[in-house]
């Protein structure tokens, strides 16, 4: 009885509530609202663009790919080392994927000739000693029954040749 007698215990409170405190917020708003002064924030002038005058015919353009091979060139006369990479060599399939994409599976001998097995995405190439694999100019340098050596060429942060070794390690069969 205590129990279905309390919801309405409730519903009789909010009934003696009523609306005589929201009269009086509400005239306080507008009086609030009238009073406030409406202050706007002048938006600053743009700034004036100057436009750049490219005189194309006396400059060299910027665009212009030979623009970066002079500068190559001139990286490469002052290079300290003398290692550089045979630009004009004729390039293998395995060099345009990188070498994290090239997976040994295998090997195969031939009496005095060792070939490593490499595997990318679904097609296996057979390589060999003095072949170049990845995107960094490698040179496989060495194969063993469970790995391939490389010795890659490539830029440091000051523009020079250098050697960085790697190796692809044989992958145990995925069943």
Same mark, same amino acid.
């Given at each position: 009885?205590? *129990?279905?007698?309390?919801?309405?215990?409730?519903?009789?409170? $909010?009934?003696?509530?009523?609306?005589?405190?929201?009269?009086?917020?509400?005239?306080?708003?507008?009086?609030?609202?009238?009073?406030?002064?409406?202050?706007?924030?002048?938006?600053?002038?743009?700034?004036?663009?100057?436009?750049?005058?490219?005189?194309?015919?006396?400059?060299?353009?910027?665009?212009?790919?030979?623009?970066?091979?002079?500068?190559?060139?001139?990286?490469?006369?002052?290079?300290?080392?003398?290692?550089?990479?045979?630009?004009?060599?004729?390039?293998?399939?395995?060099?345009?994927?990188? $070498?994290?994409?090239?997976?040994?599976?295998?090997?195969?001998?031939?009496?005095?000739?060792?070939?490593? *097995?490499?595997?990318?995405?679904?097609?296996?190439?057979?390589?060999?000693?003095?072949?170049?694999?990845?995107?960094?100019?490698?040179?496989?340098?060495?194969?063993?029954?469970?790995?391939?050596?490389?010795?890659?060429?490539?830029?440091?942060?000051?523009?020079?040749?250098?050697?960085?070794?790697?190796?692809?390690? $044989?992958?145990?069969?995925?069943?």
């Amino acid at each position: 009885m205590i *129990l279905r007698s309390a919801p309405l215990l409730f519903v009789a409170a $909010l009934a003696g509530c009523g609306d005589s405190g929201v009269g009086e917020v509400k005239q306080w708003m507008e009086e609030v609202k009238r009073q406030t002064p409406v202050s706007i924030q002048k938006i600053p002038e743009p700034k004036t663009f100057v436009p750049f005058a490219y005189g194309g015919r006396d400059e060299v353009d910027p665009y212009n790919p030979a623009k970066l091979q002079t500068a190559f060139d001139k990286l490469n006369a002052t290079a300290k080392s003398g290692l550089q990479p045979d630009i004009n060599r004729r390039r293998e399939p395995l060099e345009n994927f990188p $070498l994290d994409n090239l997976v040994m599976v295998g090997t195969l001998e031939r009496p005095g000739l060792t070939y490593a *097995l490499l595997r990318v995405d679904r097609t296996v190439f057979q390589v060999k000693v003095g072949n170049y694999v990845g995107q960094n100019h490698g040179l496989v340098t060495r194969i063993t029954d469970s790995d391939v050596e490389v010795r890659e060429i490539v830029r440091d942060a000051a523009g020079e040749w250098t050697e960085r070794k790697a190796k692809l390690e $044989l992958q145990e069969s995925q069943r």
